[in-house]
């Protein structure tokens, strides 16, 4: 409400304004609106008399008729800015922020000097989700006045919602600068810095936070965040404990203290945790997919899939939760089921590809004689090696077939049968009429584990590169090549992998030679084990062709989960599989052969983190190849 004095001429008027507006500030609206009505009866309408009706009105509670007086007002009398500070206001208050935002936004433009119209536009923009515009509004609060503490907090949350997590951190520490005191300030700065990446300059300020209250729960469970970022797990299992104990009911530390016991592979715990979690907070959607994970990783396989299928029933269209139950069934071996929720890969949050932006249609599988499809690969190397083997059958059923692949597995996929044309990865595509992603022919051609196509091998080594490498590797002794890690920007890596010198036993049989295929990752392991128990021939593996030769002069592979697995399977090479528990889905669960390559052998751990038994059962069958005991 902003005064008005009309000068000379319309004193009557002034009085009438007047002692409605002194009504109002008394809280005696009624009685200004009785009043007002009659002025403006007696003297006919008045934008002003009108103004102050508007605001009598939404003071009684009724912000539609507000609204309409208000907008009469504003129609006598245009560029007024307290009528359209007001007019926007009602407009909220009535549920319309939308319409709001127009004469909002023009009374800030009319009254820069003023923080009110900003604040209300930012409010308006808030409520109909454009935290963009919400910013730039409270922004323009704070820059004129700093006190407003309630613009300062919806600065930085409105920056937060927008993605702009730096700028959102600056915003809480220029307003710890005014309220120094803020303890809910001070611990959202903190949760900002370590959401920008700044983990230590976060764990500085939550420590901060739990000085001045240390039994803030909110703080506790942000410090255990942190901690766990920083790596130093052990630390942030204390500080969740300490926040459960002081906050029982704070389902999220529930959560990340569960998570934590994931990590560690700890999945009875973690499942317990999940389950508090959601006792706390039955919406709790990611303890709920997270729950679901860790009964997988536990390997109660039937009890994952009914998890997940509690997720899809919560969220309709969750796409994390879909492709993790198709994954689920794909362990289980039930392919029709599982391969339908594997094609929602692209969509889930973390998935390690993308779906490429093409405007052919995807192939169904009918015959395309005198057309052309390009597939391309979609994943790391090792997919690309399992699906190469639908490639000859898609040649089968008609016309041009070309294969888009990395500059790695060029030389290889050449030996495949059926006469694709590879195209580089990266390089102009020629014409096509149809495309497919190589993971989707599993289900353009129908694949149950009965009819997985196994021929082996159908892949080969260049013979020419074989001879230099039989020359290289030598005579004598039982030759077995070894890797032992697989890419850790992977999500599962770390629990695929083996430290090497957990093989020491097994590489210390009698009889055998050991050579490193190892590449790229895991390599400075090899320091760790006494001189001469293995051979490094890693910087000779050029490619996945050179990788493919050296395997095909062996007389065995030993290896966890990497694509050197599905080369070896695919070469027809005996190999030894080192597995998880609940290991990827194309192995299965509870078998020692795989139907994909019927020359590999899988070693399981008995449970989450057994190496040990996986190290023993594979040293006594290397004892019994060598012929030692």
Not at 22 to 51: C, F, T, V, W, Y
Not at 282 to 299: K, Y
Not at 564 to 591: E, N, Q, Y
């Amino acid at each position: 409400m902003t005064g008005w004095n009309p000068g000379g001429g319309q004193n009557a008027l002034f009085a009438a304004w007047q002692a409605a507006a002194q009504k109002i500030e008394s809280g005696r609206a009624a009685e200004a609106e009785r009043d007002l009505q009659q002025a403006i009866s007696r003297h006919g309408q008045n934008a002003e008399l009108l103004h102050l009706l508007g605001v009598a009105r939404l003071r009684l509670g009724r912000p539609a008729e507000a609204v309409t007086t208000l907008k009469t007002a504003a129609t006598l009398q245009r560029g007024h800015h307290g009528i359209l500070l007001n007019l926007g206001n009602a407009l909220i208050e009535a549920g319309q922020p939308a319409d709001a935002l127009t004469p909002l936004a023009e009374a800030a433009r009319l009254a820069p000097q003023l923080w009110q119209p900003s604040y209300l536009l930012g409010f308006a923009a808030e409520r109909v989700g454009d935290h963009a515009r919400a910013a730039q509004a409270f922004a323009r609060v704070v820059t004129r006045d700093p006190s407003v503490w309630d613009a300062q907090l919806r600065l930085v949350t409105a920056l937060r919602l927008t993605g702009k997590l730096a700028e959102a951190a600056a915003a809480a520490e220029a307003a710890l600068r005014v309220k120094t005191d803020d303890l809910a300030m001070r611990h959202d700065h903190a949760m900002l810095l370590a959401l920008s990446g700044n983990f230590p300059s976060a764990l500085i300020e939550v420590e901060e936070a739990l000085r001045r209250s240390p039994e803030f729960p909110e703080a506790l469970s942000t410090r255990g965040n942190v901690l766990g970022d920083l790596g130093r797990r052990d630390e942030a299992m204390v500080s969740y404990k300490k926040a459960t104990a002081v906050a029982p009911g704070l389902g999220d530390v529930h959560y990340n203290l569960a998570n934590l016991d994931r990590i560690a592979e700890s999945y009875d715990v973690a499942c317990r945790r999940y389950r508090r979690a959601l006792a706390c907070v039955p919406g709790h959607a990611d303890a709920r997919l997270n729950l679901a994970a860790a009964l997988m990783g536990w390997g109660r396989i039937d009890e994952s899939i009914a998890a997940y299928e509690a997720c899809m029933a919560l969220r309709p269209g969750w796409h994390d939760a879909i492709f993790n139950h198709g994954m689920a069934l794909l362990l289980k071996g039930d392919m029709a089921r599982g391969l339908e929720g594997y094609e929602s890969r692209w969509l889930v949050s973390k998935f390690p590809g993308a779906r490429r932006s093409l405007p052919q249609p995807m192939w169904d599988g009918a015959p395309f004689a005198g057309k052309r499809l390009l597939l391309h690969v979609e994943q790391g190397a090792g997919d690309t090696l399992q699906f190469a083997r639908y490639v000859p059958l898609i040649a089968e059923r008609g016309g041009e077939v070309l294969l888009e692949c990395p500059g790695s597995l060029m030389r290889l996929l050449s030996t495949l049968e059926g006469g694709a044309r590879l195209i580089r990865a990266g390089e102009p595509l020629p014409p096509f009429d149809m495309q497919l992603p190589l993971g989707s022919a599993m289900r353009v051609f129908g694949t149950e584990v009965a009819t997985i196509p196994a021929k082996i091998p159908y892949l080969s080594a260049d013979p020419a590169d074989r001879a230099r490498w039989k020359r290289r590797l030598g005579e004598g002794g039982t030759k077995i090549g070894v890797t032992w890690q697989g890419n850790p920007d992977q999500g599962s890596e770390p629990y695929r992998s083996i430290p090497l010198r957990l093989l020491q036993p097994v590489l210390e049989t009698r009889g055998c030679r050991f050579f490193a295929l190892q590449k790229e990752f895991g390599r400075e392991q090899m320091a760790e084990l006494p001189p001469g128990l293995i051979e490094d021939v890693g910087p000779a593996l050029t490619d996945f062709a050179e990788t493919a030769a050296a395997i095909a002069e062996l007389d065995l592979v030993i290896t966890t989960c990497t694509s050197v697995a599905h080369l070896a399977g695919a070469l027809g090479k005996p190999t030894w599989v080192l597995l998880r528990a609940s290991p990827d889905w194309r192995w299965l669960m509870g078998r020692t052969d795989s139907p994909w390559y019927p020359s590999v052998e899988l070693f399981r751990q008995a449970f989450p983190g057994d190496w040990g038994g996986v190290v023993s059962s594979v040293l006594e069958r290397a004892r019994g190849l060598a012929g030692v005991r």
